[in-house]
């Protein structure tokens, strides 16, 4: 079994790579929808939530925990990870080996607040890629968009062009540095133009996780989805059922 966290609903667009990669694996999906969005909260802060989140899963006696918060991930960089028995897979080292195989030189990253504070998306990259130059921008304003549901129309759209006019010309690749933003890439496709790559993080990531349970020979379970949040148990059954469609290996946990 694959054990899962995020702030919200931005886990989700790693569920879906995971899913398409392991059919047969369990995942458990824990969204902290209480103290969403983690972006612009303090580094102490996310230390606990790392700490607590990372706990959460372990105890439920997990493979490994396949990260699905580059928040929380940007935080270990600078921090250190909590000791956990099972194996964690970190989604920015992900992230730039994505970057490293793609030969990307020019990278703009769009991430939280907390994420470019750290600069772990610049260090990560320019540690494989020592010519890469890499353009970090916060994004604030996109994690509330997507938890409210507001995924098409004007206001979306507006709040990706804002973002995307802050990024320099001639990038070759746009990572979308925070697991909320692929669910809004139809506006980064739109900003962004087509001279300019869109990177998911994701796609690497359950390349790598396969890997892993390749290696480690994970026992294979029934497909099954587990999805708890620490928010509004209905709001989010609607929400995952509006992401990942209505699935009967779906349960939800409170
Ligand atoms: N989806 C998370 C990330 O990848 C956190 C977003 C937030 O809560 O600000 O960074």
């Not at 959460?56 to 909590?82: H, K, Q, Y």
């Not at 989604?91 to 990307?104: D, F, K, N, T």
């Not at 540690?127 to 996109?142: D, K, Q």
């Given at each position: 079994?694959?054990?899962?966290?995020?702030?919200?609903?931005?886990?989700?667009?790693?569920?879906?790579?995971?899913?398409?990669?392991?059919?047969?694996?369990?995942?458990?999906?824990?969204?902290?929808?209480?103290?969403?969005?983690y972006?612009?909260?303090?580094?102490?802060?996310l230390?606990?939530?790392l700490?607590?989140n990372?706990?959460?899963?372990?105890?439920?006696?997990?493979?490994?925990?396949?990260m699905?918060c580059?928040t929380s991930c940007?935080t270990a960089?600078?921090?250190?990870?909590?000791?956990?028995?099972?194996?964690?897979?970190?989604?920015?080292?992900?992230?730039?080996?994505?970057?490293?195989?793609?030969?990307?030189?020019?990278?703009?990253?769009?991430?939280?607040?907390?994420?470019?504070?750290?600069?772990?998306?610049?260090?990560?990259?320019?540690?494989?890629?020592?010519?890469?130059?890499?353009?970090?921008?916060?994004?604030?304003?996109?994690?509330?968009?997507?938890?409210?549901?507001?995924?098409?129309?004007?206001?979306?759209?507006?709040?990706?062009?804002?973002?995307?006019?802050?990024?320099?010309?001639?990038?070759?690749?746009?990572?979308?540095?925070?697991?909320?933003?692929?669910?809004?890439?139809?506006?980064?496709?739109?900003?962004?133009?087509?001279?300019?790559?869109?990177?998911?993080?994701?796609?690497?990531?359950?390349?790598?996780?396969?890997?892993?349970?390749?290696?480690?020979?994970?026992?294979?379970?029934?497909?099954?989805?587990?999805?708890?949040?620490?928010?509004?148990?209905?709001?989010?059954?609607?929400?995952?059922?509006?992401?990942?469609?209505?699935?009967?290996?779906?349960?939800?946990?409170?």
């Amino acid at each position: 079994m694959l054990g899962l966290f995020d702030s919200g609903l931005g886990g989700l667009t790693v569920l879906q790579r995971l899913r398409e990669r392991l059919p047969q694996q369990d995942i458990i999906f824990f969204a902290d929808q209480l103290h969403v969005p983690y972006g612009d909260r303090t580094p102490g802060e996310l230390v606990e939530l790392l700490r607590a989140n990372v706990e959460f899963l372990d105890a439920r006696a997990v493979d490994a925990i396949v990260m699905a918060c580059n928040t929380s991930c940007a935080t270990a960089a600078r921090e250190g990870w909590p000791v956990t028995k099972a194996p964690i897979l970190d989604l920015i080292e992900s992230a730039a080996i994505a970057v490293e195989s793609a030969g990307y030189q020019r990278i703009g990253v769009v991430a939280t607040a907390a994420t470019t504070a750290t600069r772990a998306y610049t260090q990560k990259i320019t540690s494989r890629i020592s010519r890469a130059h890499v353009f970090e921008v916060a994004a604030p304003a996109l994690v509330p968009l997507v938890e409210a549901g507001k995924l098409v129309g004007e206001e979306p759209r507006a709040a990706v062009a804002a973002v995307c006019a802050q990024l320099p010309p001639d990038l070759d690749a746009v990572l979308l540095a925070c697991t909320h933003y692929p669910l809004l890439d139809a506006h980064f496709a739109a900003a962004l133009g087509e001279g300019v790559a869109r990177i998911d993080p994701a796609i690497v990531h359950a390349e790598r996780a396969a890997a892993i349970a390749a290696h480690e020979g994970f026992a294979p379970g029934t497909g099954s989805i587990t999805c708890i949040t620490s928010g509004d148990p209905e709001r989010f059954r609607l929400a995952v059922t509006n992401v990942l469609g209505k699935l009967p290996e779906i349960t939800f946990e409170r």
